[in-house]
């Protein structure tokens, strides 16, 4: 009964198409990334009834995805926040924790995640596995436009990382876990052109005996939000898990999004409306000028013209 209602509230509210903000407004856009856990297959059936609420579906919050490989739901910001048919990630209760602390503020949340990925290989900038760094880069930059284009201004506000479960099965990658953490964020940072682009990372905790190397994945999480004021990161260890020992229940699925959406607010995403000034010649994004800034200006060196 709970999934054909839930299905006719979500209908009903993507018959009023996704509300953006008015021409002009400023539209904080909030990255969602990771692997299954990200993905989410919490079942909203399974919600105890006082959390049944933090799986309703959204309108004011416009939502694009991108799942395992290809664009999820409508193309374009014609969707918004709502569960997955009967299954939802940390999105939902994400979303309704943001829109009752900042009822005045517009948000959309652009989602890209794929399950079983490792952020040694598939997510490393250089490239290597399926390229996801590569598409989330793309993924942005096309995505923002395309919201601009509705007449709005358009704000990276922060990025919810919850990944590491892959990384958590050897020793390699859970050795390598803080310097290639450390090397996403700021390549994503000089490509977004957002110098302190604020993480929220969240320190998955599979319990199944497959994934030995967690407490390495965990602890690189914690000593990079330890130097970096822009980056925080929460613990879930408390949480229920599936019978798999690897998957986020439902119930913890809500308090996943909640806990992230509190970082969020508290590293103070929403606060400013305006990015700092960009520095003239600064061309990798870091609000300096250095070196890097001189590689890639001569990388363009050269004749204009035929």
């Given at each position: 009964?709970?999934?054909?209602?839930?299905?006719?509230?979500?209908?009903?509210?993507?018959?009023?198409?996704?509300?953006?903000?008015?021409?002009?407004?400023?539209?904080?856009?909030?990255?969602?990334?990771?692997?299954?856990?990200?993905v989410?297959?919490?079942?909203?059936?399974?919600?105890?009834?006082?959390?049944q609420?933090?799986?309703?579906?959204?309108?004011?919050?416009?939502?694009?995805?991108?799942?395992?490989?290809?664009?999820?739901?409508?193309?374009?910001?014609?969707?918004?926040?709502?569960?997955?048919?009967?299954?939802?990630?940390?999105?939902?209760?994400?979303?309704?924790?943001?829109?009752?602390?900042?009822?005045?503020?517009?948000?959309?949340?652009?989602?890209?995640?794929?399950?079983?990925?490792?952020?040694?290989?598939?997510?490393?900038?250089?490239?290597?596995?399926?390229?996801?760094?590569?598409t989330?880069?793309?993924?942005?930059?096309?995505?923002?436009e395309?919201?601009?284009?509705?007449?709005?201004?358009?704000?990276?506000a922060?990025?919810?990382?919850?990944?590491?479960?892959?990384?958590?099965?050897?020793n390699?990658?859970?050795?390598?876990?803080?310097?290639?953490?450390?090397?996403?964020?700021?390549?994503?940072?000089?490509?977004t052109?957002?110098a302190?682009?604020?993480?929220?990372?969240?320190?998955?905790?599979?319990?199944?005996?497959?994934?030995?190397?967690?407490?390495?994945?965990?602890?690189?999480?914690?000593?990079?939000?330890?130097?970096?004021?822009?980056?925080?990161?929460?613990?879930?260890?408390?949480?229920?898990?599936?019978?798999?020992?690897?998957?986020?229940?439902?119930?913890?699925?809500?308090?996943?999004?909640?806990?992230?959406?509190?970082?969020?607010?508290?590293?103070?995403?929403?606060?400013?409306?305006?990015?700092?000034?960009?520095?003239?010649?600064?061309?990798?994004?870091?609000?300096?000028?250095?070196?890097?800034?001189?590689?890639?200006?001569?990388?363009?060196?050269?004749?204009?013209?035929?």
């Amino acid at each position: 009964m709970r999934t054909h209602q839930r299905v006719l509230a979500s209908v009903i509210a993507l018959s009023c198409c996704a509300t953006v903000a008015t021409a002009g407004e400023v539209v904080h856009v909030i990255v969602m990334a990771g692997q299954s856990n990200m993905v989410g297959a919490g079942n909203v059936d399974l919600l105890p009834e006082h959390l049944q609420p933090w799986a309703d579906p959204l309108p004011a919050i416009p939502c694009r995805q991108w799942l395992n490989g290809s664009e999820y739901g409508p193309v374009g910001w014609t969707d918004h926040l709502r569960p997955r048919g009967v299954f939802i990630g940390p999105e939902m209760s994400f979303g309704h924790r943001i829109a009752a602390a900042r009822p005045n503020e517009s948000v959309a949340i652009l989602k890209m995640a794929y399950n079983g990925t490792n952020l040694g290989c598939s997510w490393n900038a250089d490239g290597c596995g399926e390229h996801l760094y590569e598409t989330l880069v793309n993924i942005i930059e096309d995505w923002m436009e395309d919201l601009e284009s509705t007449g709005v201004d358009c704000r990276l506000a922060g990025v919810v990382w919850v990944q590491g479960e892959s990384d958590s099965r050897s020793n390699w990658a859970a050795k390598s876990y803080f310097n290639n953490l450390l090397e996403f964020v700021r390549n994503l940072r000089i490509d977004t052109r957002r110098a302190t682009l604020p993480f929220v990372l969240v320190r998955v905790h599979p319990r199944a005996s497959a994934y030995q190397y967690g407490p390495q994945v965990r602890a690189a999480m914690r000593n990079l939000a330890a130097i970096d004021t822009a980056i925080d990161s929460v613990g879930i260890s408390d949480l229920a898990l599936k019978s798999d020992n690897i998957h986020l229940t439902a119930d913890s699925m809500v308090r996943t999004g909640i806990r992230a959406a509190d970082a969020i607010l508290a590293l103070g995403c929403l606060d400013s409306v305006e990015d700092a000034p960009d520095c003239l010649g600064d061309f990798d994004g870091d609000d300096h000028l250095g070196v890097s800034d001189l590689l890639q200006l001569l990388e363009f060196w050269g004749p204009c013209g035929p």
